[in-house]
């Protein structure tokens, strides 16, 4: 595509469900980057693929966050046992290599645990 | 160490004016800073970057200025408008990842 999609836009939930969010990143990017936008807040970084593995998963708050990215291109984020402090936009962008030149950012998931 | 501080929280500039945003940074191993403008509803979007070997890049009515020995870094908007108001970030990259600061919310007066 042309740019990176972020499905869905908005999710609702129950505390205490559990969530999957995807990113389609642009096609032929080989980095994925998750982050995440409190209200306020410039985007915290969670964690980030090069290729299919987690290069760098340093970000994510607890082991109730867990991100995959089986074929190296679409990646979901899952949330287990969802908290209201995980309110939050939910970023992923995606780059050519591990470099930050070309990072693209998707428009986000608008996640609201209540 | 991976903080980059930035001010002020908010700005309001009379169109043409040249609102100024401030950062600054520790982590001597930070080695891009971008600057990012973001859309309510939108992800950020680049806007203009700078490496640490360079003083002043110019884009446009976009300037980052950047005084390594300082460790601070700052954008200016040249004849600013309506349409650039805005939340700005500047952010700093270390290994692919990006440290954003907390931003700056800008409203250009018509």
């Known amino acids: 595509g042309a740019g990176v999609s972020q499905t869905p836009s908005n999710k609702v939930t129950e505390k205490g469900k559990y969530v999957e969010l995807r990113c389609d990143p642009i096609s032929g990017h080989t980095a994925l980057y998750w982050y995440r936008q409190s209200l306020g807040q410039g985007p915290e970084f969670l964690i980030y693929f090069q290729g299919t593995g987690a290069a760098d998963d340093s970000g994510l708050p607890n082991d109730r966050f867990f991100a995959v990215r089986p074929e190296g291109s679409v990646s979901t984020l899952k949330i287990q046992r969802t908290e209201r402090g995980d309110s939050a936009v939910y970023l992923c962008?995606?780059?050519?290599?591990?470099?930050?030149?070309?990072?693209?950012f998707g428009s986000g998931t608008r996640l609201t645990v209540v | 160490q991976q903080q980059v501080k930035q001010s002020p929280q908010s700005l309001i500039v009379q169109k043409g004016g040249i609102p100024i945003i401030n950062c600054a940074y520790e982590?001597?191993?930070?080695?891009?800073f971008p600057w990012y403008q973001q859309f309510p509803g939108k992800g950020p979007a680049l806007l203009i970057a700078?490496?640490?070997?360079?003083s002043e890049k110019k884009e446009g009515r976009f300037t980052i200025s950047f005084n390594k020995s300082a460790k601070q870094f700052s954008l200016h908007i040249m004849d600013s408008q309506p349409g650039d108001s805005a939340t700005y970030f500047c952010a700093a990259s270390i290994g692919g990842k990006i440290i954003f600061g907390k931003g700056t919310r800008l409203h250009i007066l018509p």
């Open positions: 700078i490496r640490p070997d360079v």
């Open positions: 982590n001597t191993a930070f080695d891009y």
């Open positions: 962008a995606s780059s050519f290599d591990r470099g930050p030149e070309g990072y693209t």
